[in-house]
């Protein structure tokens, strides 16, 4: 059973378009997150939610909208698709009591045409 | 606000060479410390962490890593490389927040048969 799951695994777009990856976990952990890695490989933490709160939003344009319906699931909706947003997205959880690794999925590489 | 540094951008190995990667972190109070590794296309996945006790930890496929507090270095270290090990290692900390993990740029790192 995969851990943490994520879709689509691709996604090619154009610019301006809207889209939508979905993340899901089974582990039962409480906090999920969501991170960019770029084409130079430098993850960056983007959004955090902890039992579907958000406690974690970095300096990150208000066209990426994260949203919890449950602890077990983190989408990341993207409104007005820019060239700059291609790069690989990976979702990510943890328990949320502090040293505990973080699981990831297995990522999604967006490619805006 | 903490801070990772890897210093080593793009390490080249061959087969049985021993390994040592630095990371340095830049955070006043407690921090809690992992390595991670990813493999080519795939996810990343815990190599090993440090959040208290003996400084010298030992992760999975042979690394270890050492916490020194006055130095604020965790390094990463491995007796013998195998081919297999080619990837990609981040060293990341957690700290000053709630579950805030910062990454590391990242190093490659290339094993030559």
């Known amino acids: 059973d995969t851990a943490v799951s994520q879709t689509p695994k691709y996604l090619v777009t154009q610019m301006g378009n809207d889209k939508s990856i979905k993340c899901e976990q089974n582990?039962?952990?409480?906090?999920m997150y969501w991170y960019k890695q770029d084409s130079k490989k430098f993850l960056k933490i983007m959004f955090s939610y902890n039992n579907k709160e958000l406690i974690i939003n970095e300096t990150v344009p208000n066209r990426f909208s994260p949203k919890s319906p449950d602890k077990a699931h983190l989408n990341l909706h993207i409104n007005s698709l820019e060239l700059g947003d291609s790069a690989v997205y990976f979702c990510?959880?943890?328990?949320?009591?502090?040293?505990?690794?973080?699981?990831f999925g297995d990522g999604t590489r967006l490619s805006i045409l | 606000a903490q801070s990772v540094s890897q210093h080593n951008h793009h390490v080249i190995l061959s087969e049985a060479a021993s390994l040592e990667l630095g990371c340095n972190y830049s955070y006043g109070g407690t921090v809690n410390l992992f390595w991670y590794v990813q493999y080519p296309g795939q996810h990343l996945q815990l190599l090993l962490k440090?959040?208290?006790?003996?400084?010298l930890v030992k992760g999975i496929k042979g690394f270890e890593a050492e916490f020194i507090k006055s130095k604020f270095s965790f390094n990463l270290r491995k007796p013998s490389v195998q081919w297999s090990d080619t990837a990609e290692y981040f060293c990341?900390?957690?700290?000053?927040?709630?579950?805030?993990?910062?990454f590391g740029t990242g190093t490659k790192l290339q094993v030559i048969p």
């Open positions: 990341a900390v957690e700290g000053g927040g709630y579950q805030k993990v910062t």
């Open positions: 440090y959040f208290s006790g003996d400084p």
């Open positions: 582990l039962g952990h409480d906090t």
């Open positions: 990510a959880s943890s328990h949320g009591d502090g040293a505990q690794a973080q699981h």
